[in-house]
Nanobody, 116 residues
Framework: QVQLVESGGGLVQPGGSLRLSCASS????????LGWYRQAPEMQRELVAV???????NYADSAKGRFTFSRDYARNTVYLQMNSLKPEDTAVYYC??????????WGQGTQVTVSS
C-alpha cells in the first residue's frame, strides 16, 4: 500500500510563498498521474494541478502563473511551489496519485493559511 505524506504547509502573509512537498513510500514511477488538490472550509475539494506520468501539467485557472508542480524521481517526491499567495488560497492541500490499475491515493493533507 503506497502512502503519500505531505509537508510544508503553514501560515503565510498575502503575497508570500510556500513550497509543499509530498513524499511517496514507493516509486513515483508507479503513478500514471500525480497532483495536488485543495479543500477550503465548506467547499468541495478542487483540483490545483495534475500531471500525467510523461505529460505536461494542467493547472486550475486560479493557480496558473503562480503555482508550479514539479517531481523529483530520485527522492520519490513531488512539490507544489506557491507564489503570490492570496487569502483565497487558504485551504487544506492534498497530494494525489493514481496508479495504472486505477487506484487513487491521497495524502493526509496539509493546512495552508494566507492571512495578515
Amino acid at each position: 500500500q503506497v502512502q503519500l505524506v505531505e509537508s510544508g504547509g503553514g501560515l503565510v502573509q498575502p503575497g508570500g510563498s510556500l513550497r509543499l512537498s509530498c513524499a511517496s513510500s514507493g516509486s513515483i514511477f508507479s503513478f500514471v498521474a500525480l497532483g495536488w488538490y485543495r479543500q477550503a472550509p465548506e467547499m468541495q475539494r478542487e483540483l490545483v494541478a495534475v500531471a500525467a506520468r510523461y505529460g505536461s501539467t494542467n493547472y486550475a485557472d486560479s493557480a496558473k502563473g503562480r503555482f508550479t508542480f514539479s517531481r523529483d524521481y530520485a527522492r520519490n517526491t513531488v512539490y507544489l511551489q506557491m507564489n503570490s499567495l492570496k487569502p483565497e488560497d487558504t485551504a487544506v492541500y492534498y497530494c494525489y496519485g493514481r496508479t495504472a490499475d486505477g487506484m487513487d491515493y491521497w495524502g493526509q493533507g496539509t493546512q495552508v493559511t494566507v492571512s495578515s
